[in-house]
């Protein structure tokens, strides 16, 4: 079945980076943009940013720009999520999302799914 | 960027009720808009997409309706499996995307 696994928890000091990994199963990898979402304790998500595991093309929400980096490694079916310049505010979940397309009357609709099972990213000094 | 408000941001119901979330965007995004569901300690799962397309395996107890600004997710008969947080999602400004802030469906 589709699956996406990620990485265990991690815990980090302010100011460190950390790096998320994500490990597809089920469909060809490069066929599917994978996005990272994160979401602090009840907030809802938060969208981070997209790749392309094909082209490794990338794309940022302007609030991470500069401290985010996502990556791939096309051989193992893997893509990575490095957030760097941590902070307590960085506290969260952070998942990984396949997005989704289907065609309804000509009109291409996305969503993400699915989702990782999360990975637990706690900054506290 | 695209706003999103969901309403109530918590509900009490009880089982076999009839349950109406509203999804409302600070701008039109046609029909680009995504519900989820959230158990505690879980990812969000999709329910219904392009507003109104419900996913294969979803209960057809699940519903929504909607497009322009204002969206509707309604669940016909409440399930003891539906206790859980809800969202909504619009892909009208992808890659930008952003989600509603919530419902959180408890048993009254």
């Known amino acids: 079945q589709v699956q996406l696994v990620q990485s265990g928890a991690e815990v980090k000091k302010p100011g460190a980076s950390v790096k998320v990994s994500c490990k597809a199963s089920?469909?060809?990898?490069?066929?599917?943009?994978i996005n990272w979402v994160r979401q602090a304790t009840g907030q809802g998500p938060e969208w981070m940013g997209w790749?392309?595991?094909?082209?490794?093309?990338?794309g940022y929400s302007q609030k991470f720009q500069g401290r985010v980096t996502m990556t791939r490694n096309t051989s193992i079916n893997t893509a990575y999520m490095e957030l760097s310049s941590l902070r307590s505010e960085d506290t969260a979940v952070y998942y990984c999302?396949?997005?989704?397309?289907?065609?309804?009357?000509?009109?291409?609709?996305?969503?993400?799914?699915?989702w990782g099972q999360g990975t637990l990213v706690t900054v506290s000094s | 960027d695209i706003q999103m408000t969901q309403s109530p941001s918590s509900l009490s119901a009880s089982i076999g009720d009839r349950v109406t979330i509203t999804c409302r965007a600070s701008?039109?995004?046609?029909?680009?808009l995504n519900w989820y569901q959230q158990k505690p300690g879980k990812a969000p799962t999709v329910l219904i997409y392009a507003a109104s397309n419900l996913k294969t395996g979803v209960p057809s107890r699940f519903s929504g309706s909607g497009s322009g600004t204002d969206f509707t997710l309604t669940i016909s008969s409440l399930q003891p499996e539906d206790f859980a947080t809800y969202y909504c999602q619009q892909s009208y400004s992808m890659p930008s995307w952003t989600f509603g802030q919530g419902t959180k469906v408890e048993i009254k």
């Open positions: 999302a396949r997005r989704s397309r289907a065609t309804i009357f000509g009109v291409v609709f996305y969503w993400f799914d699915p």
């Open positions: 701008q039109n995004i046609d029909s680009y």
């Open positions: 089920g469909y060809s990898f490069t066929n599917y943009d």
């Open positions: 790749m392309n595991p094909n082209s490794g093309n990338t």
